[in-house]
C-alpha cells in the first residue's frame, strides 16, 4: 500500500473539508458511477477535477477546459482516462461543439465505464442524424450500465426513456420484434414516458396494423398528447404507403437518364478531381444532382468514395430507408456501360 507524504496527507484533509465535499457530493449525484472510480486515493486530482466541475456547472467552459487540460497527466488507471474523456467531452458539448463532443464520449467508450449518460448523447445523436447502426450500439451500451435490480426512482425514467428511443431507432432499421420487445420493456419499468406512444403508433403503422394505429392514436387524441399531430400525420403517412422510410417512392426515370448523361460527359473531370484528391468538390457536386432526384430527402445524402488505381467505388448510404434504397437500385440498374472504371454499392 502507498505510503501517503506530507502533501497527500494535506491534500486528503483539504478534499475532506465541508467545502469541498458539498461540491463533490453534489456532482457525485449527477454523474457517480464514472467520477467515483476515477483517482482513487489521488486527492489532490480529485480537488482539480472538483474545480474543473464546478467551472462547468457554471459554464465557464474555457477555465474548465484549461483545468481538465492539467489533469489530463494525472490519468493513470482505466478508470481516470474514461472520467477525464467523459468531462472535457462534456464541456464540448454544453459548448454546442457536437462533432468534439462525439469524439470524447465515444473514445471514453474504449475504457468500458459504467455510466450510461456519454453512451446515450451518442445513441441519439446518431438515431437524429439517421446513423441507426451507431444509435443501436449505444442505445444497448446506454442499457447495459442499469441494473435493474436496484433501480432508484430516477433510474426507472430513464432506463425506460432508453428503451422507449432504442424501440424506435429498431422502428427505423426495420426490427420490428425487437423493437416490441424494447417497448414491453420499458412499459414494464415505468408506466408513463414521454413520446413513448408516438413511437408505438409509429411502430405499428410500420407493420401496416391499422386498427391498433387508430386506437392509440383515439387514446393520444383523448389525452390532449403534444405529439398526436405529428403523431398522426407521419403514420397515416406511412399507412398511406407514402413514406420513404418505409415505403417506395416514386423516382422519375428521365432525370436519372440526365444524371448519367451529366456524370458521363464529366467522367474525366471526376476523374482529376479523384487524383488531385479534391473529394469534398466531388461528392459535392454528385450530392448536388443527386438532390434533384432525390426530392423526398428531408436530410443530407451521404456518399462516400474509395479510389484504387484506376477503379472508383462510390457508396451510397440508405439510411434503412425503402424509399431511398430503391431510387438508388434504379440509378445504379440504369448506369451506362460506358462508365466501367466506376462502381456503385448501396450500405446503411
Known sequence: MKKDNLVDKIAKKSFESSAIQN??????????????????????SKIHLCSALNLI????????????????????????????????????????????MLDFYMEATAY???????????????????????????????????DETSLISNDNFILASLYSNYASCLTMMH?????????????????????????????????????????????????????????????????????PHFNIVYIDEEQIIDFWNWFSQNEDYFVQLILDEDYHVFITMIHEKLTKIFTFMKRDLDIGIIPENIFYEITFADFYMVGLRFGYEKLIALKPDSLKKWNFVIEH
Not at 461540491?23 to 489532490?44: M, N, Q
Not at 465505464?113 to 449505444?138: E, L, N, Q, S, W
Open 23 to 44: 461540491s463533490w457530493l453534489l456532482h457525485c449525484k449527477t454523474f457517480g458511477p464514472i467520477l467515483l472510480p476515477a483517482f482513487k486515493e489521488d486527492y489532490k
Open 57 to 100: 456547472s457554471n459554464h465557464k467552459l474555457k477555465e474548465a477546459l484549461k483545468k481538465l487540460s492539467e489533469l489530463k497527466e494525472k490519468c493513470i488507471t482505466d478508470e481516470d482516462k474514461a472520467c477525464w474523456l467523459f468531462f472535457t467531452g462534456l464541456c464540448y458539448e454544453i459548448a454546442g461543439m457536437k462533432d468534439e
Open 112 to 146: 468500458h465505464h459504467k455510466f450510461y449518460m456519454p453512451y446515450a448523447k451518442v445513441a441519439k445523436t446518431a438515431h437524429t442524424d439517421g446513423v441507426f447502426d451507431i444509435a443501436k450500439i449505444y442505445y444497448d451500451l446506454a442499457i447495459n450500465c442499469f
Open 175 to 243: 426490427l420490428y420484434d425487437a423493437a416490441h420487445d424494447a417497448l414491453n420493456n420499458s412499459k414494464r419499468i415505468i408506466h408513463e414516458v414521454p413520446g413513448r406512444d408516438a413511437a408505438e403508433i409509429i411502430l405499428y403503422a410500420a407493420q401496416e396494423n391499422k386498427n391498433m394505429v387508430l386506437e392509440l392514436l383515439n387514446i393520444m387524441q383523448l389525452n390532449e398528447n403534444p405529439y398526436y399531430d405529428v403523431t398522426k400525420e407521419m403514420a397515416e403517412s406511412i399507412l398511406n404507403h407514402k413514406h
